[in-house]
Each structure stands twice: as structure tokens, then as C-alpha cells.
């Protein structure tokens, strides 16, 4: 059975589109998917690129595209009031979740930045879509360490955003490239 790796971040609006696909795709394909939440900030860093939106021409091209996508995949998307937001503590509660519990939470953050316009950066609005727990547990260094290792292994194996699959070793990057992912997994 092929696997996929799907690393992300709640920040990224290419993420959430991802997210939306990548279970049907797997299942379709009887894969095995891996949800690997990861700080897109430390990526960026690591590798010197920086948000799409921060060109002025580059960023009215990705919320138009977005736009398309939505329409394309059927899925609700909003430009939410706060971007981009900082992540950190979205990303620290998913890590300290066992990887069973992380689709399920992954996809109710991103409904509720991507969808519902709520800033994934304040403790309330984590709460409210995956418990005060993870929250909590945010705050242990584990869980802020394992982020970090998380991070710097997609940077090692040659991420420098996200969503980044990989599949039998080979890296996809983009929610563009869930074909070529679908492909792969199709030949095992």
C-alpha cells in the first residue's frame, strides 16, 4: 500500500484547498495518508522565501486563484479578515495530537479560518474547533519541539512551503500537483 505525506500549515490557503482533497484522493487510490502539521514560518526561514502576498501583483493573482479554486473543488473559501495570521499556536495543538485526531482537526481549523474568517492565532478560536486540551498542551516543550523537528525535516527533505506531499521519496509541492500525487500513488 503507497503512502502519502501531506505536510501543512492552517496559515495556507493552498493547504486548505489540499486539505479538502487529499483524504478522497488517498482513499480512492487505497493509500495511506499521513497528516504532518508543520510551521510554515520556520520553512520560510529556513529557506529564505517568503508569502506569496507580499508581492502586491503576486498576492491579487493567489486571492483570484483562490477564488477559482473554491469553484473548481466546490469547497467554501473566504479571504478572512486577519491575514496573513501567525500560526504558532495552531500548529503547536495539532502537533500534541496523536495522528489519528489530526484530519479531523486539521480540517475544523481550516474550516474555521478559511471558511468562517476566525483567526487561528487566538486561544479561543483553537479552542472552540479542537478542544482546550491541545491548547494546553501547546505551551509543553515536547510539543513545541516536535513542531520544530517536523519543520526542519520537510526542510531537509526539501520543502520550501507548503502543502508539500511526498510519495515514495519524491516531493509534489502545491495543491496544483494533487494529480501528479494521485498519479504516484496509483503506481504503488
Excluded at 487510490?29 to 510554515?40: E, F
Excluded at 520556520?42 to 493567489?62: C, I, Q
Excluded at 498542551?137 to 526542510?155: C, I, P, S
Aim: contains cysteine.
Amino acid at each position: 500500500m503507497a503512502t502519502v505525506e501531506f505536510f501543512y500549515d492552517i496559515g495556507s490557503p493552498y493547504s486548505y484547498m489540499a486539505a479538502t482533497q487529499i483524504e478522497a484522493i488517498a482513499a480512492d487510490c487505497k493509500a495511506t495518508l499521513v497528516w504532518r502539521p508543520i510551521l510554515l514560518g520556520g520553512v520560510f526561514k529556513a529557506v529564505g522565501n517568503s508569502p506569496p502576498a507580499t508581492l502586491p501583483a503576486r498576492g491579487m493573482y493567489m486571492f483570484r486563484d483562490l477564488q477559482r479554486w473554491s469553484a473548481y473543488y466546490g469547497v467554501p473559501w473566504t479571504l478572512p479578515s486577519v491575514f496573513p495570521t501567525n500560526s504558532l499556536l495552531a500548529m503547536r495543538a495539532l502537533t500534541s495530537l496523536p495522528k489519528e485526531a489530526l484530519p479531523a482537526a486539521s480540517l475544523a481549523l481550516f474550516r474555521a479560518y478559511w471558511v468562517d474568517g476566525r483567526d487561528p492565532a487566538k486561544p479561543e478560536v483553537v479552542t472552540e474547533a479542537i478542544g482546550a486540551g491541545p491548547v494546553a498542551r501547546a505551551q509543553d516543550q515536547d510539543v513545541k519541539d516536535a513542531l520544530k523537528a517536523a519543520t526542519d525535516e520537510a526542510v531537509a527533505r526539501g520543502a520550501f512551503g507548503v502543502p508539500t506531499f511526498f510519495v515514495n521519496g519524491e516531493m509534489y509541492f502545491g495543491n496544483d500537483r494533487l494529480p501528479f500525487v494521485e498519479q504516484a500513488l496509483r503506481k504503488g
